[in-house]
């Protein structure tokens, strides 16, 4: 009986250190993807859709300096699956496509939101006590930013 219970407490032990440590290794990794993503998005979705010629930081210019677009939420929607989505979250736009599967919370909860104004969700997410999401979470929804909502 005690090789029993000794045998159960090394294999949860073993898996909940598993867990850790993978869990860390995946947040490295989706912190390495979103800083090398970040750079080909933003060059892909800018343009010069604000007819303002300063190249001063402002609400619609991007990281770059060049102006950054706005979309409609029936521009958004029309991104509304797991092989194109976008969603909309706090009047900003994001391309969220490459990083569904990445998601720690299930592909499910982002998929759900596609093409639509995702602020509440995101906000509140699906968790007892409606936790929001940590500020690294923020930081890398940055790295999907394609422009304002208009």
Not at 60 to 69: A, E, L, P, Q, V
Request: glycine share 8%; aromatic share 10%; with cysteine.
């Amino acid at each position: 009986m005690k090789k029993i219970v000794l045998i159960v407490t090394v294999v949860c032990l073993s898996f909940i250190g598993y867990i850790f440590v993978a869990g860390f290794w995946d947040k490295q990794q989706l912190e390495k993807k979103a800083t090398t993503r970040q750079a080909s998005q933003q060059s892909s979705y800018t343009g010069s859709t604000n007819s303002s010629s300063s190249t001063e930081p402002n609400s619609n210019t991007g990281n770059n300096g060049s102006t950054t677009k706005s979309f409609a939420l029936s521009e958004v929607a029309q991104h509304s699956n797991s092989k194109d989505c976008w969603l909309a979250i706090n009047g900003k736009v994001y391309d969220v496509t490459k990083y569904i599967y990445d998601h720690p919370g299930g592909a499910s909860e982002i998929i759900d939101s596609c093409g639509t104004d995702a602020t509440t969700a995101f906000k509140t997410m699906n968790r007892p006590g409606n936790k929001t999401h940590s500020s690294s979470a923020n930081q890398m929804l940055a790295d999907y930013f394609i422009g304002n909502l208009k």
